[in-house]
């Protein structure tokens, strides 16, 4: 139904894949949750694997699009920072000076901003995973090519089969780039002209 469509797309949106990687905070969930997207999809460490596909992504110029959006992202939890250090300074300095009647509107502006920040910095946390999900959805095969994989055959079997065995072939990418893994791993591929 459409609401557990909602809630699924809810969970998957502001938490990890998996209870032990939740953290304390909402934006802390929010970038684990597509840190852990593509291993989940489709078993890619997104750790491992991110910066070999830097530079598919720059050859696509996608990489602007995800570069604007950490930007939002980076410029709001900025902001949020300052505006607390900056509240919490001038809450200090009303209570050193003597000046008790402005402690109580600083405090509050100060945690006023600092929430709506804080929001706004998980809303460009959630824009910043869209696009890094996107990433992984649309340019894994061209990170595969540049990879130098095996390619998946037909003979593999029906859709269901073949996407098994990407999986898999990532899995074990994955695990050979992150923990240096190299037993019985044959799924490159070398071409002479190449």
């Not at 070999?52 to 995800?66: C, G, H």
């Not at 709001?76 to 000076?97: A, H, K, P, R």
């Not at 920040?117 to 890094?132: H, L, Q, R």
């Not at 780039?177 to 019985?184: E, L, P, Q, S, V």
Request: hydrophobic share 45%; charged share 20%.
């Amino acid at each position: 139904t459409i609401d557990d469509n909602s809630a699924i797309q809810k969970l998957e949106t502001y938490f990890p894949s998996k209870e032990r990687a939740v953290l304390p905070t909402k934006l802390g969930n929010t970038i684990a949750s597509f840190e852990h997207y593509s291993n989940t999809r489709y078993g890619i460490d997104a750790i491992a694997l991110w910066p070999r596909l830097i530079p598919v992504l720059q050859d696509t110029k996608y990489i602007e699009f995800i570069s604007h959006q950490k930007a939002v992202f980076d410029f709001m939890l900025n902001m949020m920072y300052t505006v607390f250090v900056v509240g919490l300074e001038l809450s200090y300095l009303s209570i050193y000076l003597g000046q008790f009647f402005y402690f109580l509107p600083y405090l509050f502006i100060t945690f006023l901003l600092t929430f709506v920040f804080y929001e706004g910095a998980v809303n460009g946390a959630v824009s910043w995973g869209i696009c890094v999900k996107v990433a992984f959805d649309i340019f894994r095969w061209d990170l595969w090519n540049k990879l130098h994989l095996k390619p998946l055959s037909k003979e593999d079997g029906d859709t269901v089969s073949v996407f098994s065995k990407e999986i898999e072939r990532w899995t074990k990418v994955s695990k050979l780039i992150a923990c240096n893994a190299r037993t019985d791993f044959d799924e490159f591929y070398y071409d002479k002209s190449d």
